[in-house]
């Protein structure tokens, strides 16, 4: 899907009288990649119905692009899911970051030099901005909760990560209907006794990791290796995680995995993996539509 937006000339401080005269068409597409950690995409235009012309109008094109990047990519921004009932939109309704917060994410993408089309007709550029840096902006806590210690704690293996497979429909906790989980920046663990297991609190951002949970597609976890994983999984969920099958889904958006209370048990009744849970090597397996799509 496509997104249009008009940035003033005035604005964008290229010619007094084309700024008088034109306004620029921006046409923009953006792509998040959940397992890969990144949004990505293009903005460009059509440099006849601006006004520009080759090759005195390069220039002015590109500086047009790079001043009007943070507006064009703030909605996108907006958009994205923080947890099951808020998206970073919300976050700046309730002034809890503001829209210069945004802005300097954008200032920090990837961006690739502007290039123009075969037929010289359109400028465009791509670009990238990792969720880890939206991610690190956003948690701000200080003090790290402890995960629940059981009274009664069950022998466990020490694990090197545990990977959640959500790939089918599930049930919705508290409705009579099944959907595919969807991706989120700080999704909430819980078990089938709907106790939590796991959230942003927990996470430690202190340390090596910067995300407090990863994503990965079906693929990653059913390949002709010894392990059965890709190597960046393995890499990053060691050699022997915890397996465990979602039960369910819950919250007002279907981002947080119900695990059942026997796999909560096998977490939390051992020091090493409660750690795991404060170095957020935790990946979630979804549904491949849910990991990589269109930012609408």
Not at 40 to 43: A, E, P, V, Y
């Given at each position: 899907m496509r997104r249009f937006f008009l940035v003033m000339a005035i604005g964008i401080m290229i010619s007094p009288v084309f700024a008088q005269e034109r306004a620029i068409s921006f046409e923009t597409s953006v792509l998040v990649n959940w397992a890969q950690g990144e949004l990505?995409?293009?903005?460009g235009f059509n440099l006849a119905q601006?006004?520009?012309r080759l090759p005195t109008g390069r220039y002015q094109g590109e500086e047009a692009l790079r001043?009007?990047?943070p507006q064009l990519l703030q909605p996108y921004l907006l958009s994205l899911r923080v947890d099951s009932t808020t998206t970073i939109r919300d976050l700046?309704?309730?002034g809890e970051i503001s829209l210069q917060d945004l802005n300097n994410i954008c200032r920090e993408a990837v961006i690739a030099a502007p290039h123009l089309s075969t037929d010289l007709s359109r400028m465009t550029n791509s670009f990238k901005i990792t969720t880890e840096k939206i991610s690190t902006m956003l948690i701000r806590h200080r003090n790290i909760n402890e995960p629940l210690r059981p009274l009664l704690p069950v022998h466990t293996p020490d694990y090197t990560g545990i990977?959640?497979?959500a790939t089918d429909e599930l049930p919705i906790h508290g409705r009579l209907t099944r959907t595919f989980m969807e991706p989120c920046l700080f999704p909430k663990i819980?078990?089938?006794d709907m106790n939590l297991v796991y959230d942003q609190s927990m996470f430690d951002i202190r340390g090596e990791n910067k995300l407090m949970i990863r994503y990965a597609g079906r693929q990653s976890i059913f390949r002709s290796t010894p392990s059965g994983m890709d190597s960046e999984l393995l890499a990053f969920a060691g050699p022997n995680?915890?397996?465990?099958?979602?039960r369910g889904v819950f919250g007002a958006s279907p981002t947080d995995p119900v695990i059942d209370h026997s796999d909560a048990m096998l977490i939390l009744s051992s020091e090493n993996n409660r750690r795991l849970l404060s170095e957020g090597r935790i990946v979630l397996v979804l549904n491949e539509d849910q990991v990589l799509h269109t930012i609408e």
């Open positions: 990505s995409g293009q903005t601006a006004g520009l001043e009007a990047f700046v309704d309730l990977i959640i497979i819980w078990d089938t995680p915890l397996r465990i099958i979602a």
